[in-house]
């Protein structure tokens, strides 16, 4: 019965699938202004997923149509809304790529850094309370040089304030992953690649919180290693920029978890 009944269940399932239209088949006889109006009534009505299917249709049934441009710019938001975070920074990028000196140009480069901003996240994530700061951080790295880009190039954009307080989160955030790794190879008594990792906190997060504790571990990791002068060097820096976390750690009462990334 396998032999007779396998085939047939196989035959039946691709019969099933090809049945499915394609956008392209689904709007081959509409036409590109009824397309695009289609997009935009499901867009407004906020079926995501209809009004990409109608995009994609548009753009492969009537390239560089007269409404492309601003259809270009609709699926990027269509995309972000549906949850497809690689498809909005994608669209974003190629719009950037084809209308680099559109009005709204600064819209895309904003949108395709708030796209790999939510990247690494999924929903839980996104709308669950996670420390992000022991993932790694992937894809935020590009949203930082996306939003840096945008604000280089349009400081006066509507969307450049909320951009300049993503930057901040973001590289606060990147301050405190490598400041956890520098934590964790300290209790793993990896203490030169703890004291490297630190260097880099200070060096390229100069400016944020994680200096702090990145002081403390290079302190703790040149004790460990016999290297007094550096440890006394590092000392005098906390004590500078930091003197309540110095003389909380020079009388012992100093207490910062180790997060464990292992």
Known sequence: MKKI????????????CST??????KYAKFT??????TAEIKLAKRDYRESIEAYEA???????????QQAELDVIYAYFQNDDMPAAAASAERYIRLYP???????????????????????FQRYMPTDQAVRDPGS??????DFEVLLKLYPDS???????QRLVYLRN????????????????????AAINRAKAVISLYNETPSCQKALVIMIKAYQALGLTAQAVDASAVLQQNYPMVAFALTNGTYSAPLVDLS
């Open 5 to 16: 009944w396998l085939p047939l269940l196989s035959a039946l399932l691709v019969s099933a």
């Open 20 to 25: 499915t239209p394609t956008p392209s088949q």
């Open 32 to 37: 590109a202004k009824q397309i695009y109006q």
């Open 58 to 68: 548009l753009d492969a049934l009537y390239p560089f149509n007269k409404d492309d």
């Open 101 to 123: 000196r559109a009005a709204n140009v600064d819209y895309a480069y904003y949108m395709k850094g708030v796209a790999n901003f939510y990247q690494d996240r999924g929903w």
């Open 140 to 145: 935020t790295l590009q949203s930082y040089k």
């Open 158 to 164: 509507q969307y450049a304030p909320d951009a300049r």
């Open 173 to 192: 955030l990147s301050g405190r992953y490598q400041e956890e790794v520098a934590a964790f190879y300290l209790e793993k008594q990896a203490y030169v």
